[in-house]
């Protein structure tokens, strides 16, 4: 089961960071990444890191601003969104597995998502 947190609200320019945790099984097992969907719009890719954090890889638009990390002994995952736009207002989903590796950015089990609001 993957469980998000760490959503709210926040003004143009500031910080929020995500978590997710992975329970049932030990997170080192799998590649985890992060999706959003924005309101009327597809989910698009975001961020995603290999089982042991040695791989990342970002969308364009997350590059510069986006950081992804993970603790393996906790079983979580991070992601450290700073210089927030209004654009960036979506519901954060986390991903997992079941690949070890960065494959495609293909994912196979999903959290329940976190709402981002960040307001101009």
């Known amino acids: 089961q993957l469980v998000e947190s760490g959503g709210g609200s926040v003004q143009a320019g500031g910080s929020l960071r995500l978590s997710c945790s992975l329970s049932?099984?030990?997170?080192?097992?799998?590649?985890m990444g992060w999706f959003r969907q924005a309101r009327g719009k597809e989910r698009e890719f975001v961020a995603a890191i290999s089982w042991n954090g040695g791989s990342t890889d970002y969308a364009d638009d997350a590059k510069g601003r986006f950081t992804i990390s993970r603790e393996i002994g906790k079983n979580t995952m991070y992601l450290q969104m700073n210089s927030l736009k209004p654009e960036d207002t979506a519901v954060y989903y986390c991903?997992?597995?079941?690949?070890?590796?960065?494959?495609?950015?293909?994912?196979?089990?999903w959290g329940q998502g976190t709402q981002v609001t960040v307001s101009s």
């Open positions: 049932g099984r030990p997170a080192s097992s799998y590649a």
């Open positions: 991903a997992a597995g079941p690949a070890k590796e960065l494959v495609g950015r293909e994912f196979g089990f």
